[in-house]
């Protein structure tokens, strides 16, 4: 079953963030994940608008989206996103 990774990011440090931005994507490939979505403008068509910058990867399992998570290559570059931004970021089974 997949397994995505949603995240709503504010960026406060531009240069930290375009780092952060041109190393993740090997990194996500090298543990099988995609993007789905990744910080496309959104068009609200209901409701209080709530996300600053909306990214998705999907992942094969739940189990691989954690491997990538935790991983060693990941952990260096999620200190620089959180130094960089303020983001909300969640784990959702896929049907």
Not at 31 to 48: D, F, L
Not at 55 to 64: C, D, G, K, N, R
């Amino acid at each position: 079953m997949p397994a995505y990774l949603i995240a709503n990011i504010e960026i406060t440090d531009p240069a930290g963030f375009e780092d952060y931005r041109a190393r993740v994507p090997a990194v996500v490939a090298q543990y099988g994940g995609r993007y789905v979505i990744r910080g496309n403008p959104a068009t609200q068509m209901e409701g209080k608008p709530f996300f600053t910058r909306l990214t998705v990867l999907e992942f094969a399992s739940m189990e691989a989206l954690q491997l990538f998570y935790g991983s060693p290559e990941y952990v260096p570059l999620l200190a620089i996103r959180t130094a960089c931004t303020k983001s909300d970021v969640v784990f959702v089974p896929g049907v």
